[in-house]
Structure formats: C-alpha cells, structure tokens
C-alpha cells in the first residue's frame, strides 16, 4: 500500500508518493499523525571546458550530493507542523553543509468551501516561480538542472527560503482557482558566491548582510492545473560594511525581480515559460550600478512511455539587457562572455519504479553568466562555449 503525504509548501498541495512506506511499517515506529520521508540523490558532471559543481573540465566530478528528511504533524484540523533537515554538497559553493531546509508551523485562520486564508511561521520557502518551493526535491522537475538564467544555483542561497511569515490565501471558482502569497521574511546567507556576485570580487574582507525581504506570487489555474500562470515578485536589499583597512567603501545592492509562468499541463505533453525582468542596483559599481537583468526559458516535455520523458529546453540571460554583447563587462576588465548565457537543453528522466529515478542532460552553451566563481576562480580561463553532461540517480522513501 502506497504511503502519501502532503505538504502545503507551493501552489496548492505538494504530493509525495512514498512507496517505500507502508502503514505497518511507519505506524510501528511513530504515532500515525506523523509522517517521515525522504530522498537522497547522487549526481556527476563532465564539461568540455569550464567547471561546474566541481571540476568537472574534462573529467567527471561527482560533487553534488542531497539528503533529505522531512516530516509533517497534524495535531488539529487547522494546524499543521513541517521540516525538513538537508545535507547538501554542491561544488565549491558547498563542499557539504547541514541545515535546516524549512520549519514551519501553519495555521488556517478561515477555512470555507471554495477556499482558505491562513498564515505561516518559521522558517518557510520562498515563493518564486513554478519550481522555486519543491526545487530541493528531485522528483519535482524533469531535469536535473533548473534554468539557471532564473534559478540560479550559484546564489540559490538567497531564493530557497526566508526566516519569517508568511499570509496566504486560496479560493476556487467556477473560472479557475486563484492563490495568493505573501511573505516577509529574512533570506538564508548570503556567502562567498554571492558577496563575489554584488561586489564584483571574491577577495572583499567585509561582511555582506541582507535586509528583511519581500516576496509574493499570484497564481492562477485552470481545469485543474491543465493551465497555469503565475506573477512572482521579490524586492531584496543586501548592506555590505568592509572590514577595517579595506579599500572598498559600504554599500548597499537591491535587487527586485518580477517573474512572469506560464505552464499547459497536457495528458503526454507539458509546455512550460517563464520570463524574468530583474531591476538591479549595485552600490559597489556606482553610478554604472544600475541595470536590468533579463531571462527566460521555453521547455517542452513528452511522456514517451509512462516511465520515460524527454525534455527540451532553451535557456536565454543577459545580465544587462542594454548590453547583450558584454562591452560593459570588457570595460570592467571581466570577460564578454561573462555577462551573457544561452542554453540548449535535451534531457531524459527515467522512472525505474516508484522509488528509484535516473535522469541523464546535455547542454550545449554559449556563454559563462551562469558559472560560479567557487568553481572558476579565475575568470579570464574560462570559455564561452562549451558542452555540459550530466548523469543523477535519485531515491526517496
């Protein structure tokens, strides 16, 4: 008998089948309100140049590594408990970290026929896009990597989740079901990578602090999820205070992107956009600190047989719109290359049962906006186009 448990953590219900629970098992080691699960996930990536989790350059690196634990509690109808405890080793970003992924408690404070309102508190996920809240769950997406022109890996530190609350507020009528969030709340890190990616440097001595943050995402779906849309909104303000002796001055970085999703849910077939218009401004660059970073992807995915699904994807980001050739970045003494990515996807998930998936990608790229300076220390190396290979093997319970 399959074991199922819902976590309200993105539009709607989150289902996760866990079949390798069953009633017997689970209620002979805890109290049958809670529910545990989990996943672990192993994957490696070879590169024809440039390094990506890991050094990947012309050899295989298997430096991405994710384990995961969560459970729920239900004491009452309109109270609810989650968590989950995450090990994650992801390249030189993360060469291997415990942490609290969420931790939440939810209370529903109205609760009617066609919808609710409630509020949440804790530590809770950022609502971001149609990926961003399940983006730590292998099963969730059909490849293994996000786009990264939107959901960067590099910085995922600053988008994953928030300390704080969140109000939220879902309602079904006869033209569609609507949901709504919005929360407040102070963002997990920032590290090296992103102090590297706001001041232009990775050597800064000083400390990068964020602010408490802003995000809110309305969504809109119809016949069920056969179509969805959805506007995400983030405004972020990072301080940086040098330590004493370093040449570089304070500063502050705001950062506000506004995500426009769009998905077609089909019974064989998903069709899925999303475009991103990012408003920054970078004090450590001023005057020349204000510009306007822009993404989007198209994918398309196909169940060829019910355990198979291919995927193709194309991935766009300038990080100056204005500037898609990269001569800011020349004047700056950084590489073209760096201020630009495009990305061809193909990939193939494979479900060999309910527990165990295998997914293998090939990008071919042009352009370095997306790799991380962990990685790549040093800038002027690195190639602007090259192939990426990736292999995962994932398993949940």
Do not use: C
């Not at 971001?128 to 990597?145: A, K, Q, S, V």
């Not at 193909?346 to 990008?363: C, E, F, K, N, Q």
Request: net charge negative; glycine share 10%.
């Amino acid at each position: 008998m399959k074991k199922y448990a819902y976590l309200n953590i993105n539009n709607g219900l989150v289902l996760l089948i866990l079949s390798g629970l069953t009633n017997v098992s689970q209620s002979a080691l805890l109290p049958e309100e809670i529910d545990v699960h989990g996943y672990l996930t192993q994957g490696f990536f070879h590169s024809s140049d440039n390094n990506f989790f890991g050094q990947s350059d012309d050899g295989i690196s298997p430096s991405l590594t994710e384990i995961g634990i969560n459970t729920a509690y239900q004491p009452i109808s309109r109270l609810r408990f989650a968590a989950q405890g995450l090990y994650r080793r992801a390249g030189d970003i993360d060469p291997g970290s415990i942490r609290l992924d969420y931790g939440l408690a939810d209370l529903i404070l109205m609760n009617h026929e066609s919808g609710k309102i409630g509020i949440r508190g804790g530590r809770i996920k950022i609502p971001f896009g149609l990926y961003n809240e399940t983006r730590d769950m292998p099963f969730t997406h059909p490849t293994i990597l996000l786009p990264q022109g939107i959901y960067f890996d590099r910085s995922r530190s600053l988008l994953l989740s928030a300390d704080g609350g969140s109000l939220y507020a879902e309602q079904r009528t006869r033209y569609g079901d609507f949901a709504f969030k919005f929360n407040v709340g102070m963002p997990l890190g920032p590290h090296k990578e992103i102090q590297a990616i706001v001041l232009g440097t990775g050597d800064a001595q000083g400390k990068l602090e964020g602010k408490p943050a802003i995000a809110t995402q309305l969504t809109y779906e119809l016949n069920g999820g056969e179509y969805v849309f959805a506007v995400s909104y983030m405004d972020l303000e990072l301080d940086y205070q040098p330590a004493a002796g370093e040449a570089m001055n304070a500063s502050t970085a705001h950062i506000q992107p506004l995500l426009f999703s769009a998905q077609y849910n089909g019974e064989k077939f998903t069709l899925t956009g999303e475009y991103n218009y990012r408003w920054n401004t970078f004090g450590a660059f001023a005057p020349e600190g204000k510009f306007i970073t822009e993404s989007w992807y198209v994918q398309g995915s196909y169940q060829v047989l019910p355990e198979l699904q291919a995927t193709v994807r194309y991935d766009v980001i300038y990080m100056d719109k204005d500037d898609k050739r990269g001569d800011g970045a020349a004047l700056l003494g950084y590489q073209r290359h760096s201020a630009f990515g495009n990305d061809w996807m193909v990939g193939l998930r494979w479900d060999i049962t309910t527990s165990w998936m295998l997914r293998a990608d090939y990008h071919r790229i042009h352009g370095t906006a997306v790799l991380s300076q962990a990685d790549n220390p040093d800038r002027q190396l690195t190639r602007p186009d090259w192939d990426l290979y990736g292999l995962q093997l994932s398993f949940r319970f």
